[in-house]
């Protein structure tokens, strides 16, 4: 079979495949979990983590002793010492080689490499927070993108059955004016109304594309057009939230990363501090050494050579600052002032956190009470367009009173469906600070 065959038949078989098995649509939990893995940015973050782990490790090697090691080959001409018998030798070409061994071990640095360790370990849990607060940050934009897209569904929903209402409409209109009981204004007026309908229809149809469109590009998918997400068929709307609910979320958010993460800022803070005025302290080190050589002015061996002039040292060594250009003492003053600003800037986060929960538990009241609002605004517009449809099917009212009652029903239960889905966003937010999984 020819290849250019054989491509088409796989191509009309992958074909067939997906149009007898649909992809299955994404739940929340699943849009939530996939950004959460391949988000860009959290992958960064991710990278940073290991940068981290990289450093901690770094830190903690410091506790061996640095061992180097040098070989050397040397070449001279003129006059140079015989070091056999201590005689000068002219114009000569003399050739030695040097082979040594070296290693030193600080013991005492002002506690700097203990304090390092805890340092590099907190800039470590800081890594992971952030890459928490990211998750936490993309998480909560899929829920908002995720509702937005049910929002314009239900609204979508909404407009084809009203386009479906108003089209059974017209055909009873058409039977009441063959039969006398409206006039043919009527329905003129009704196939007007359609035609909005129609266009209403198509305008919840592209905002539904849109939002699903917004969704699959926050979650780095391609815009292949088999997106599409589950609609949850349990009631989504949360239970009403008490006055008393608010000082417990705020005691639950305190364990939000953003709250972590300024905590382990003060203590590295104070690590760095202990780390500066350990640098001022005296310094205790041991080093030990091994060397020798061969020279062509001696008369034994190379190897022998190496044997007979071994020399090996070790020796300890007290190092104290007295006087560094003031260099110690500003880095001290700095650092004492770096963790003075960590302990503000932990008490910044508390009070920016207490303040967007406040935020956030007034809207999810006022969400709540604009809903119930609507709820009623919604079942009003419905009752009287029930009586209008009614009338106008008895002859009693003309076209523009049906399209204007089919107009603010419509237009109700929009105001309801919006008013439903920023509570139920709005009760999210709280669920966050509570620290409950995000889920419909």
Excluded at 316 to 339: C, E, G, V
Excluded at 353 to 381: H, T, V
Excluded at 395 to 416: H, I, Q, R
Aim: proline share 3%; glycine share 4%; charged share 20%.
């Amino acid at each position: 079979m020819k290849p250019c065959k054989l491509s088409l038949l796989l191509c009309s078989a992958l074909l067939m495949y997906q149009s007898a098995f649909p992809q299955a649509k994404w739940t929340l939990e699943q849009c939530i979990s996939y950004a959460k893995e391949n988000n860009l940015q959290v992958k960064q973050m991710e990278l940073g983590e290991q940068q981290a782990e990289n450093n901690l490790q770094a830190a903690k090697m410091e506790y061996l002793p640095s061992v180097n090691a040098s070989m050397g080959h040397n070449m001279s001409w003129g006059r140079s010492v015989n070091l056999n018998d201590l005689e000068i030798v002219e114009n000569k070409l003399s050739q030695s080689s040097s082979m040594s061994l070296s290693a030193s071990l600080p013991l005492f640095e002002g506690l700097r490499k203990q304090n390092n360790i805890k340092s590099t370990q907190k800039q470590l849990e800081i890594a992971r927070t952030n890459t928490a607060e990211q998750k936490d940050n993309i998480s909560i934009a899929v829920v908002k993108g995720y509702l937005q897209v049910l929002l314009c569904k239900e609204i979508e929903r909404c407009a084809q059955q009203s386009y479906n209402s108003v089209a059974s409409q017209l055909k009873t209109t058409e039977e009441l004016v063959e039969a006398g009981s409206q006039t043919y204004s009527s329905l003129l007026e009704i196939k007007s109304q359609l035609a909005n309908e129609k266009l209403q229809l198509v305008t919840a149809s592209n905002n539904t594309s849109s939002a699903m469109l917004e969704l699959a590009q926050l979650l780095n998918l391609p815009n292949d057009g088999s997106f599409d997400i589950a609609v949850p068929e349990s009631n989504l709307l949360p239970p009403a939230i008490g006055q008393d609910e608010l000082e417990e979320i705020f005691s639950t958010a305190e364990g939000l990363p953003r709250i972590r993460k300024a905590e382990l800022a003060l203590q590295q803070s104070k690590l760095q501090y202990k780390m500066q005025k350990g640098a001022a302290l005296p310094t205790i080190s041991f080093s030990a050494g091994y060397s020798t050589f061969y020279s062509d002015n001696q008369r034994t061996a190379f190897f022998t050579q190496f044997d007979n002039n071994r020399n090996p040292s070790m020796g300890f060594s007290l190092n104290i600052p007295i006087f560094n250009n003031w260099r110690n003492n500003t880095a001290i003053r700095n650092a004492r002032s770096n963790m003075e600003s960590s302990r503000i800037g932990l008490e910044i986060s508390r009070q920016e956190l207490m303040k967007e929960i406040q935020l956030a538990f007034n809207q999810a009241q006022s969400s709540y009470n604009k809903m119930e609002a609507a709820a009623g605004n919604r079942d009003a517009a419905m009752e009287s367009f029930k009586l209008t449809q009614e009338k106008f099917n008895l002859g009693m009212l003309n076209g523009t009173d049906y399209s204007t009652a089919k107009a603010n029903l419509f237009k109700a239960e929009s105001e309801w469906l919006q008013s439903k889905y920023q509570y139920i966003f709005q009760h999210k937010i709280l669920d966050y600070y509570r620290n409950v999984p995000l889920t419909l």
